[in-house]
């Protein structure tokens, strides 16, 4: 569960209609590591402390005008699920506001652009319109790029661009994060602790302010999408299962008065991790999410090993 932060932070910096699947897991998986798990299949809300359906999922997010939608950025049954309830949810007849993590500020002018054409062009143009970052796998995302497009729903850049994100990084203070709304103290080392172990402990200890002061950017930044100005059906931000946490992301950067976001994460299986609850241990007894969708795992290698390399 630490991974997402290395994908989000350390690549970036280097320049880098479907079925639901059963709940008991019977439905094939395209990751299949773990898939006899207990856990997978499950959907886990965590208020209620209690295992529910896919249809009382779906239920509650259509009730709920803001909406975070997590993944693990390489896991496809991930993007299947969240595309197979965004579909839903934005199919109801009225403008919604979609925020996507892999879209930045400076591609806002060619969504717009892209959204206004008249016809929709066709999809096979649209990488090169966006000019999109290869660092995320278009095949995962251009389904939900064309359920926001074909829905008429309003599509905002939730990331900070490239050199916002270097001058974030190089600067001494946090004073780079726009209109900022700082974690508190025992959250900002909750955070440098998380940075820290999803890093592998590699990190040189330089580095790691530089670091949080980037993911608050980030996170600051996808809070401001959310909050655009318009009369939406409902709000929803596509993004790393790291970013849309109760404890330490994006919640915590809306405006007071906003309503209080809905978080569904989509978290892959650990055989050591036998219980739902076992995956909010990291968390020091917050709730991290509002329901949790376990899934098989797509790679068991050693991730830290890899990065040490």
Known sequence: MKLPIVCTLLLTLS?????????????????????????VGQIWDTQAQRFVSQDALLEKLANSHTLLLGEKHDNPDHHRLRLSLLERLLDTGQPALLAMEMLTESQQTAINALSASQPLPGSETWQSMLTWDDGWTWEFYE???RAGLTTGSRIVAGNISSDTMMQVYRADTSEAIAAPALLNTTQLQRLTEEIDVSHCGMLPAAQIPPMVRVQQARDQHMANALTTPGDFSRRILLAGNFHIRHDLSVPNYLPEEFDRPL??????????????SDYLSDAAGDRVYDFIWFTPAIRGDDYCADLEQ
Do not use: M, N, Y
């Open 15 to 39: 320049g880098t209609s479907l079925v639901l699947h059963a709940s008991d897991g019977s439905a094939p998986w395209q990751s299949d590591l773990h898939a006899d798990h207990a856990l």
């Open 143 to 145: 389904p939900a790029l």
């Open 263 to 276: 978080a569904l994460a989509f978290l892959e299986v650990d055989p050591a991790a036998l219980q739902a």
